[in-house]
Structure formats: structure tokens, C-alpha cells
């Protein structure tokens, strides 16, 4: 099978009380799941099935009639990377690498924090926040839906999950303190410190 639902990096209370057990519950037992065992089946006799998933992705990005199987790739692809982004006591002004670079190309961290807010919070409907590297340079952007930006030749770097399921337990239609709580608690800045280089 091309795809696996990975285990949490934590304990399903770790997060609390920015994210509640019960959210990822859901979150990853649930929608994740789904996402993984639905891939899985989509793939299924296309001569993918054993392909890494960004492979996958950059290999039906575009093509309507495969927007199944890049839809459910790529969500499981989102979320195994959005979990990652995550961790205990993380959160608020970063060290290291992207410190620096974040400094150098936002002018300081809490534009980057402000724009990415911002991103998230003005992201239609369902979709997610990242903080991207781009030509060398740091950049916010938005995604609609499942798209990501592996499939547009583009380094994730972070990313937080702007659809309901992700806060809607924790904060209902409160997405704007769901997206401070992330950014001030839970990023893993070593992992984007990691994705940096």
C-alpha cells in the first residue's frame, strides 16, 4: 500500500488544552483514516499503489479525472505532515535557522505571525494555512481543499489545517483564536527548523 495512517508524534491529551483529545480523536482516527483507507482504495490497479505520495501527487495533480485519488493523497499527505508541525510547549517566536530568515524576509516575526494568521483566517471555506520556501525566499500561502503545495513544485515548511474538523469541537466558528492558540502553543519549530536544511 502506497499509503499508512502514522501514529500520532504524541499522546492524543499532549496538545490539550489548545487541542483536545477529543479533537484528535476525530481528527486523526477518523478523517485522517478516512483520507488514508480511501487513497488506498483509489490507487488501487493504477500501478501507483507503491509510489511515494508527493510522487503521486506531482503524477495526477491536474488531471480531472484522477481528482479522487489526488484529493484523498493529498489530504493524508497534509495531515501527516500537519501533525509534525505540532508538538507540546511549542509555539511563539522561533530560534535557529528559520529564525533568522523569517526575520530577513518578513521583516520580523510578528508580521510572519500576522500574515499567517491572516492567511488562515481569510482561507474560504475549508483548506490550509503554510509557511512555504519559495525561490530561496519565505512565503505565506493558502490552499483550498486538499491542494498542497507539493503539488505545485513548492517546500512546505508548516502548515495548519484550516478546515472545520480541525478546531470545530474545540472552538466552533472561533477559527481566528484557533489559529493564535496554534501559532503561540503548538508549532514545532524544530521540525520547520528540519525542512529548512
Same mark, same amino acid.
Given at each position: 500500500?502506497?499509503?499508512?495512517?502514522?501514529?500520532?508524534?504524541?499522546?492524543?491529551?499532549?496538545?490539550?488544552?489548545?487541542?483536545?483529545?477529543?479533537?484528535?480523536?476525530?481528527?486523526?482516527?477518523?478523517?485522517?483514516?478516512?483520507?488514508?483507507?480511501? $487513497?488506498?482504495?483509489? @490507487?488501487?490497479?493504477?500501478? +501507483? %499503489?507503491?509510489?511515494?505520495?508527493?510522487?503521486?501527487?506531482?503524477? #495526477? !495533480?491536474?488531471?480531472?479525472?484522477?481528482?479522487?485519488?489526488?484529493?484523498?493523497?493529498?489530504?493524508?499527505?497534509?495531515?501527516a505532515?500537519?501533525?509534525?508541525?505540532?508538538?507540546?510547549?511549542?509555539?511563539?517566536?522561533?530560534?535557529?535557522?528559520?529564525?533568522?530568515q523569517?526575520?530577513?524576509?518578513?521583516?520580523?516575526?510578528?508580521k510572519?505571525?500576522?500574515?499567517l494568521?491572516?492567511?488562515?483566517?481569510?482561507?474560504?471555506?475549508?483548506?490550509w $494555512?503554510?509557511?512555504? @520556501?519559495?525561490?530561496?525566499? +519565505? %512565503?505565506?500561502?493558502?490552499?483550498?481543499?486538499?491542494?498542497?503545495? #507539493? !503539488?505545485?513544485?513548492?517546500k512546505?515548511?508548516?502548515?495548519?489545517?484550516v478546515?472545520?474538523?480541525?478546531?470545530?469541537?474545540?472552538?466552533q466558528?472561533?477559527?481566528?483564536?484557533?489559529?493564535?492558540?496554534?501559532?503561540?502553543?503548538?508549532?514545532?519549530?524544530?521540525?520547520?527548523?528540519?525542512?529548512l536544511?
Open positions: 500500500m502506497a499509503l499508512t495512517l502514522p501514529d500520532l508524534p504524541y499522546a492524543k491529551n499532549a496538545l490539550e488544552p489548545h487541542i483536545s483529545a477529543k479533537t484528535l480523536e476525530f481528527h486523526h482516527g477518523k478523517h485522517h483514516k478516512a483520507y488514508v483507507d480511501n $487513497a488506498n482504495k483509489l @490507487l488501487s490497479g493504477t500501478g +501507483l %499503489e507503491k509510489e511515494d505520495p508527493e510522487k503521486i501527487l506531482k503524477e #495526477v !495533480a491536474g488531471d480531472v479525472s484522477r481528482i479522487g485519488i489526488f484529493n484523498n493523497v493529498a489530504q493524508a499527505w497534509n495531515h505532515f500537519f501533525w509534525n508541525c505540532l508538538k507540546t510547549g511549542g509555539g511563539g517566536r522561533p530560534t535557529g535557522k528559520v529564525a533568522k523569517i526575520d530577513a524576509d518578513f521583516g520580523s516575526y510578528e510572519f505571525s500576522e500574515d494568521k491572516n492567511t488562515g483566517v481569510t482561507q474560504f471555506g475549508s483548506g $494555512a503554510w509557511l512555504v @520556501l519559495k525561490s530561496g525566499r +519565505l %512565503e505565506v500561502m493558502k490552499t483550498a481543499n486538499a491542494d498542497t503545495p #507539493v !503539488a505545485h513544485g513548492i512546505p515548511l508548516l502548515t495548519i489545517d478546515w472545520e474538523h480541525a478546531y470545530y469541537l474545540d472552538y466558528n472561533r477559527r481566528p483564536d484557533f489559529l493564535q492558540a496554534v501559532i503561540d502553543n503548538l508549532i514545532n519549530w524544530d521540525f520547520v527548523n528540519s525542512r536544511g
